[in-house]
């Protein structure tokens, strides 16, 4: 089935330290893809998406890029900051099926950043 | 300002009660979505519709029961067969393109007492 895995948390990393959540999905068809933030109390906020194979999303110093070969969207940033604290979905959403359009999402990945 | 709101923003349920949590969107998307957050369990889909007078159910609808009456609003009620509601409940909304981004409004977090 269509789904999709992202590294456990938490994650803690010292303020400026360089940042990966592996991410990757397993989907029939060509999804679109998606990082979403959480933070405490709060709703999901896209971060950034990528809707075709090689397409390189960014925002806020995050970048992923869609990898259609290694089926992965791992996201990346090069110095962290302490207001990145978050929690991180990686998602999914395909262009048929029964869902319609639903996102299919990962576990999510708690950071806390250190100052 | 456009977007998704949600209320209340807390409540609590006795049990035995049913409660309607409630979702306006003023970004005029056709679909819009019910999701449950349990801690370590990511975000499971409730309910969701594509259209107004039309809606199907996702992976965890037992319990739950929704309308959607009008374009802008989608409330979702928790009956007093949702045997463990205590969460965080998020509403969405988008456009039906997959590439186009799904919307999230603040949350509602429902307890049980």
């Known amino acids: 089935g269509n789904s999709v895995t992202q590294m456990e948390g938490p994650v803690t990393l010292s303020e400026e330290a360089f940042l990966t959540i592996n991410c990757t999905y397993t989907a029939t068809g060509y999804p679109s893809l998606f990082w979403y933030v959480q933070y405490p109390g709060e709703g999901l906020q896209l971060l950034l998406k990528?809707?075709?194979?090689?397409d390189k999303g960014s925002n806020k110093g995050f970048e992923a890029t869609y990898r259609k070969e290694t089926t992965s969207f791992h996201l990346e940033k090069g110095s962290v900051q302490v207001s990145d604290s978050a929690v991180y979905f990686c998602?999914?959403?395909?262009?048929?099926?029964?869902?319609?359009?639903?996102?299919?999402f990962g576990k999510g990945t708690k950071l806390s950043v250190k100052p | 300002d456009g977007g998704i709101t949600q209320s209340p923003k807390y409540l609590f349920r006795k049990e035995g009660q049913n409660v309607t949590l409630s979702c306006e969107q003023n970004l005029n998307h056709d679909a819009m979505y019910w999701y449950r957050q349990d801690p370590g369990q990511g975000l499971r889909l409730i309910y969701y519709s594509q259209i107004v007078n039309d809606f199907q159910k996702g992976d965890i609808a037992e319990g739950y029961s929704v309308s959607r009456e009008k374009k802008e609003s989608f409330p979702l009620t928790v009956t007093s067969a949702q045997k463990n509601p205590t969460a965080f409940y998020l509403c969405a909304s988008s456009t039906g393109d997959h590439r186009n981004t799904i919307y999230f409004g603040e949350g509602s977090w429902l307890t049980v007492v």
């Open positions: 998602a999914l959403r395909l262009p048929y099926g029964g869902s319609q359009g639903n996102l299919i």
């Open positions: 990528a809707t075709k194979a090689d």
